[in-house]
């Protein structure tokens, strides 16, 4: 008997509407008006919006907000809120899901779960409030498909005024959202109907992790919503535009009011905190990580080790950007640093926090324990990076050790990197490089210059990278190969004068002396007191036996400030 009742319970229960679900004469309840504003606080345009869920969720037209930074819906019984969030936009279908706040359950029209065909009759209002509230019928006259819904032609005049105003089936469910039907009367019309949009496209209005990227969303500049989920909404959090500091502010906040005993929101939130300066309320936001992280569970994807991470990479990157932290906030220190990092190695004995920890002993100067830590950290295997190598080579350079050591280091990182080999490969080749000729090892240099020049592209390099490698060159003895930068250099340059003076050394250098001279010559009216340019003129002339001239030049360079001309001068006087 009890069976009985209850399978007569529930098939009762299956024919009520849903909690809240309004009735086709009770529709208007759910319907709203709207405000929107602009920046300046004056009103931009108004229109019509409905009820979707019990929560407050309801939709419009796109144009309606689009631009708007305000707006304000007025309900049946003339109550006014303000729209809280944007849940999602699409201009293509002129449709924007937005939630307003209220106190309980708000009455909502239900969407359809069918189309309807050409010749069906609907419901709608033609004006809401309280007191005015009538239900007329309109026919479809037109049903086209739209991607998987339709789109239909209706006997509802064409008035602006109705743009977001549901049409009801016999059951109170939206079928279609009037919009404005842009189509102009043929000879044989006088008037054309207004258009629907399917209501099923509410369904795909929902916040997504990459909604933040569309630019429908940003054109409306009311605060938007995000995701329900905690994945999505991590990845909305960190594909914000962080320029946008109020829309930024709102969207941490409100995701440490959705999930508020995850420690991942407060350290978020913290981050961003303390790029605007609030340093007080980041050390709060980071305490209260800490106290949530020891009893993590759920949705949270950090753990206690995660936050004292992430805590020694705010406050080692404060320590860069400036000497003193404590200046920002008391106890911000680089010891504290090493603490956080030391407190999640020892919770969880990841390499990751090893590095970190070892960055944070290097820019401290502590060089030999940097070391010892990077030392660590490359004994895993999936932490043998160019970076980690870069570290431990420049850590065992300050400590003052064997260079050899250094260099190897340095074979390691350009062993590992990846391929293909980028822009920021490049730059341990040119590291190498240095370290190469502090060591006498020119042409092995030179080869990591070549190698740097074949990453980036002749093109992407400028006259201080060929007139670099030349140097090298000149004491590597490959002559030809270094006028070749040096011409290039010159060809480059934006001021070329000190290359062409360079030009005519190098000329003497290599006993050129008739091309010393022309390129001396040439320079002498851009350069007529230039002591360097009369000694290379003077040199020149002195090596090909001209001893008059020479002395000339010598002289003048002499005049011009030049000591070291004198013993030269003593030479060709005799």
């Not at 201009?91 to 010749?119: H, N, W, Y």
């Not at 490089?433 to 030179?446: V, W």
């Amino acid at each position: 008997m009890k069976t009985v009742y209850l399978s007569l319970l529930l098939s009762l229960l299956s024919i009520l509407p849903t909690w809240g679900q309004v009735s086709v004469k009770d529709a208007a309840k759910a319907m709203l008006s709207v405000t929107a504003y602009g920046s300046d606080g004056k009103v931009r345009k108004t229109g019509r919006a409905f009820y979707v869920n019990a929560s407050g969720h309801a939709v419009c037209a796109y144009t309606l907000l689009e631009g708007a930074h305000k707006a304000v819906v007025r309900d049946f019984k003339g109550k006014e809120y303000v729209v809280h969030r944007i849940v999602a936009a699409e201009s293509a279908c002129d449709l924007v899901r937005f939630t307003v706040q209220t106190k309980g359950e708000t009455p909502f029209i239900a969407l359809t779960s069918s189309p309807v065909a050409m010749g069906t009759r609907l419901n709608y209002y033609q004006q809401v409030s309280e007191k005015k509230a009538h239900l007329l019928t309109a026919e479809i006259t037109a049903d086209t498909p739209y991607e998987q819904y339709r789109y239909y032609d209706t006997s509802v005049p064409n008035d602006a005024d109705m743009v977001g105003t549901p049409l009801l089936d016999e059951d109170g469910k939206a079928v279609a959202i009037l919009q404005y039907n842009v189509k102009r009367p043929s000879s044989a019309h006088t008037a054309v109907g207004a258009c629907a949009i399917d209501a099923r496209f509410v369904n795909d209005l929902r916040q997504k992790s990459t909604t933040v990227l569309s630019t429908d969303l940003r054109a409306i500049h009311i605060p938007k919503a995000l995701p329900e989920k905690f994945n999505e909404a991590q990845t909305a959090l960190y594909m914000m535009n962080k320029r946008d500091t109020v829309a930024c502010l709102i969207a941490y906040n409100d995701f440490v009011d959705a999930w508020p005993t995850a420690p991942d929101g407060y350290v978020q939130r913290a981050r961003f905190l303390a790029t605007l300066g609030r340093y007080a309320e980041t050390e709060a936001d980071f305490q209260k990580a800490f106290r949530l992280a020891a009893n993590a569970q759920g949705d949270s994807l950090m753990a206690a080790c995660d936050v004292h991470h992430s805590f020694s990479e705010l406050l080692y990157r404060a320590s860069l950007s400036q000497r003193d932290t404590t200046a920002l906030f008391p106890g911000w220190t680089l010891q504290r640093a090493i603490e956080e990092a030391t407190a999640a190695y020892s919770l969880k004995p990841l390499s990751i926090y090893l590095f970190q920890r070892g960055k944070c002993l290097f820019a401290s100067k502590d060089y030999a324990a940097a070391y010892a830590d990077y030392k660590n950290v490359l004994v895993d295997p999936a932490f043998q990076s160019p970076e980690v190598y870069f570290a431990a080579a420049r850590s065992l350079e300050m400590c003052g050790t064997d260079s050899l050591r250094v260099i190897a280091l340095l074979d390691s990182a350009i062993a590992v990197l990846p391929k293909p080999l980028t822009a920021q490969s490049a730059q341990y080749y040119l590291e190498r490089s240095q370290r190469l000729i502090d060591a006498g090892r020119l042409r092995e240099a030179i080869n990591d210059y070549n190698e740097y020049e074949k990453i980036l592209g002749p093109r992407n390099l400028n006259d201080r990278f060929y007139y670099l490698r030349y140097q090298v060159e000149v004491d590597a003895h490959l002559y030809q190969q270094a006028l070749d930068d040096l011409h290039t250099a010159i060809a480059t340059a934006k001021v070329s004068l000190p290359y062409r003076l360079e030009e005519a050394f190098f000329y003497l250098r290599v006993g050129e002396y008739q091309q010393a001279l022309s390129a001396a010559k040439a320079l002498l009216p851009e350069l007529p007191e230039s002591p360097d340019l009369y000694r290379i003129l003077g040199l020149a002339y002195g090596e090909t036996g001209q001893k008059q001239e020479a002395l000339t030049h010598l002289k003048k360079a002499q005049e011009l400030g030049d000591n070291l001309v004198a013993p030269y001068i003593e030479k060709y006087s005799k």
